[in-house]
């Protein structure tokens, strides 16, 4: 059975599982392990940097990561098992750092309940309650209190260069286009349900909706009521299809002239803070009674300026980052206000250019949300570039193991920045999309990438292509089946 991205919490198993580091079974053989002993000094139950001995859990099915901290080997076990799991029964210890376990409970549908989950290294134990809510006791516990983890279903796809569009020119008369001219404007056909379908049925649980919105709004940021309807009739095809859906601002960001959500506090004070908060107000307000089969993503990839030269991230400490936070606090401030299914609607936010640098993952920062457990983190990998690219002279044609390892760093530093921040992580654009390179090489690189997102439990979501929708021919299939190969 296939792995896949988000599950509602209203249905079993859990929604989607936390992206931290791989299972403590498998840390013995992590390079960067220091050093262990058998004879354990200490022994803690970690929860997001605190040591802790009991924890209140959602009535809906959820997963949790909890850190052991000990310098010895360690096992555990539970209670009660009918409802709760746990992903390992023992682990390595460590001298410098800790090792992981994800413990797991089953949707509740009666009285609240407890258990006990016990762990040991060497003369010391620890124990930790497990207290879930029963029917009743809280009433956010129904249906939209689907917890932001990561299970499942592994491979998304994204429906790029459609509604994302925004052709420039003389040869493009925005006056006189309509929506669907405009969703066709880069090449693409009309999104149609049996293209929706087609990818769906080829086993893609999860469909990305870039969107720009720009060119649809007025100069006080009303976006037009046709366009906002085309989006809604796109967004329904794929809640149709049983897929989840990720909705979010596109091109609004990014290297272009005409980009207007940029990453600066001088832009932020200055009219784009409220032109942002309008257009997620209105965004939010269209979806509030969707299911939570449906996502929103609070942007793209922002940079501090609408010139290449953003691409380049500024050093830590930026104003740039600042904005950023003041943007996500705010994404998520108004889609709460509207009310509705989005009170706990799962969210997505983005470091700056949604790039896995080290610098730039540091500065992300969790926004405040009234409903905890709500908010999870993408980045973007076209890693190695000058092999996932064409870039010239400089191109990678061979997929090798210096490939291997840069893609081996980029998965280590998001696992750790998410294991930090205690939210979960995925890919929300991948790809090897150099159609030119060798097909053969290109299948070795979908091989490693599916296999990653299988060692680290998380997900990715490969950026168009693959299909020739119009024929709704898979012209790579072969890509396509190393994708899912590598996660069976």
Not at 94 to 120: I, Q
Not at 197 to 208: A, P, W
Request: glycine fraction near 8%; include cysteine.
């Amino acid at each position: 059975m296939q792995k896949g991205i988000l599950k509602a919490a209203s249905c079993l198993p859990v929604l989607l599982l936390m992206l931290f580091t791989a299972c403590s079974d498998d840390l013995g053989n992590d390079p960067t392990y220091t050093g262990r002993t058998n004879a354990a000094t200490h022994l803690s139950l970690m929860k997001d940097s605190t040591a802790v001995d009991a924890i209140s859990v959602s009535m809906g099915a959820t997963s949790t990561m909890l850190g052991i901290d000990s310098d010895g080997d360690w096992t555990a076990e539970v209670s009660d098992t009918t409802w709760v799991k746990i992903s390992n029964h023992a682990g390595y210890g460590f001298a410098d750092r800790w090792s992981f376990l994800r413990l797991s409970v089953l949707k509740n549908e009666g009285e609240a309940r407890s258990a006990v989950l016990t762990v040991k290294s060497g003369s010391n134990q620890r124990t930790l309650t497990i207290n879930q809510r029963g029917t009743g006791t809280d009433p956010g516990d129904t249906f939209p209190s689907s917890f932001a983890t990561l299970e499942d279903f592994l491979l998304g796809y994204n429906l790029g260069n459609t509604l994302d569009s925004w052709p420039v020119g003389s040869w493009w008369d925005p006056t006189t286009k309509t929506p669907t001219d405009w969703e066709q404007g880069w090449g693409q056909p009309l999104t149609t349900p049996e293209i929706i379908n087609t990818i769906v049925e080829r086993g893609f649980n999860v469909i990305r909706i870039p969107v720009t919105w720009a060119p649809h709004m007025d100069a006080n940021g009303n976006v037009d009521a046709a366009w906002m309807a085309r989006v809604k009739e796109v967004v329904d095809m794929v809640m149709a299809s049983g897929s989840y859906c990720i909705l979010n601002v596109q091109h609004d960001t990014g290297a272009s002239e005409s980009a207007w959500l940029i990453a600066s506090m001088d832009a932020y004070n200055n009219g784009a803070a409220e032109r942002y908060k309008k257009l997620w107000q209105q965004i939010a307000t269209t979806f509030r009674d969707y299911g939570d089969h449906l996502l929103f993503e609070s942007f793209n990839e922002i940079l501090y300026t609408n010139s290449n030269d953003g691409w380049t991230a500024p050093a830590a400490g930026n104003d740039c980052y600042e904005a950023i936070r003041r943007y996500h606090q705010d994404f998520v401030d108004v889609v709460r206000a509207t009310g509705g299914n989005n009170e706990f609607r799962n969210l997505v936010i983005n470091p700056y250019s949604a790039s896995s640098t080290e610098t730039v993952l540091n500065e992300l920062v969790v926004p405040s949300d009234k409903h905890a457990n709500h908010i999870m983190m993408s980045v973007h990998s076209y890693d190695p570039y000058n092999f996932c690219n064409d870039n010239g002279e400089w191109s990678i044609l061979t997929f090798n193991d210096e490939c291997r390892e840069t893609i081996d760093g980029v998965f280590q530093r998001v696992t750790k920045r998410a294991s930090e921040l205690g939210i979960p992580a995925f890919f929300g654009e991948f790809g090897a999309i150099d159609g030119k390179k060798d097909p053969a090489e290109r299948i070795k690189y979908a091989t490693y990438m599916g296999q990653k997102f299988k060692q680290h439990a998380t997900a990715g979501l490969w950026w168009m292509g693959l299909i020739d929708r119009p024929s709704l021919t898979w012209y790579e299939a072969e890509i396509v089946d190393a994708l899912f190969n590598a996660l069976k």
